[in-house]
């Protein structure tokens, strides 16, 4: 193949990517991307191509063709469909890679996909801020491409990690970590609005500016998930009030009123009198929850 690395877009992420790569000696990269000659954003696409060392291409036929690893960095949206695109073009010993921010039924639909003999694919999820860590932002890695991937990938001072999962795993830890990333955004907003309408955002943030201070949201987890299933009951009760205060202010609550939701549910499988005085851990308390949630699902 006359080059290592074929990137389908060429966008920001792709661009520090291969710039980081170019930094480290990789010159064997190559970039298709449909804009390249559009008016307003083809000229951008070009600069970046040409200071990071990347060749732009006339075609995705000949990016994969001529590609070892053909990776896919155009959107979430349109990432099923540049897969049906790309991988007839492949052929033995080529290894189709998708780094989209895209959820896991996507990944197991694009691996599912009719493929040409000893063609491999990779679900890759990317776990930081690409311009920031640039190639050696963290990645995880799941299907039957994790390794030649990783092989390739970890030569150029990279941070990339094999997980056990088939494809589909890599991009479900991607989600649910977002599920805290950016939920708990949406959380602070939802106390420091009505907060600071109140006149009180600085005593509130004093209060809980220190939660994680000493400890990590694991260990936080591990001592206190559990009293959230014994005193569900009671704090449905009161994230009710709180969303019906956040509301009474003219501010959304929506995240109070989800919260006091969930707690109902789990409040209605009874575990203080299940738990009583035992203190499970994280995992114990998810255990429990996924159990039931099953039981719930099949009844």
């Not at 990938?153 to 589909?168: C, E, F, H, M, Q």
């Not at 009293?227 to 009030?241: F, P």
């Amino acid at each position: 193949m006359e080059y290592l690395i074929g990137f389908i877009g060429y966008g920001e992420a792709a661009y520090n990517i291969s710039s980081g790569l170019k930094g480290e000696g990789l010159d064997r990269m190559a970039a298709y991307d449909a804009m390249e000659n559009d008016p307003e954003r083809g000229p951008r696409i070009r600069e970046r191509a040409a200071e990071a060392g990347v060749r732009l291409v006339s075609s995705m036929e000949e990016l994969c063709r001529n590609s070892d690893f053909i990776i896919s960095l155009t959107s979430p949206a349109v990432c099923v469909k540049v897969a049906e695109q790309a991988l007839p073009f492949l052929k033995e010993g080529q290894v189709f890679c998708d780094l989209n921010s895209a959820d896991p039924v996507d990944m197991k639909t694009i691996d599912a996909m009719p493929r040409p003999a000893g063609v491999k694919f990779v679900d890759v999820a990317v776990l930081g801020s690409v311009p920031k860590g640039r190639h050696r932002t963290k990645m995880y890695l799941s299907g039957d491409g994790s390794q030649a991937f990783y092989d390739m990938y970890s030569r150029w001072n990279t941070v990339v990690k094999i997980l056990d999962a088939p494809a589909g795993g890599a991009s479900a830890i991607k989600m649910f970590k977002s599920v805290f990333s950016k939920g708990i955004m949406q959380l602070l907003l939802e106390m420091y609005v009505p907060a600071a309408a109140c006149g009180v955002l600085d005593q509130v943030v004093e209060l809980t500016k220190d939660t994680f201070k000493e400890r990590s949201v694991e260990a936080f987890a591990e001592e206190n998930l559990y009293r959230t299933l014994v005193h569900a009951k009671r704090r449905s009760a009161e994230m009710d009030a709180v969303a019906r205060t956040v509301e009474a202010l003219g501010y959304d609550a929506s995240v109070s009123r989800a919260t006091a939701k969930k707690l109902k549910i789990l409040a209605e499988q009874g575990y203080m009198d299940r738990i009583g005085d035992a203190k499970p851990g994280l995992r114990e308390s998810v255990a429990m929850v996924v159990k039931d949630t099953r039981k719930t699902e099949e009844g």
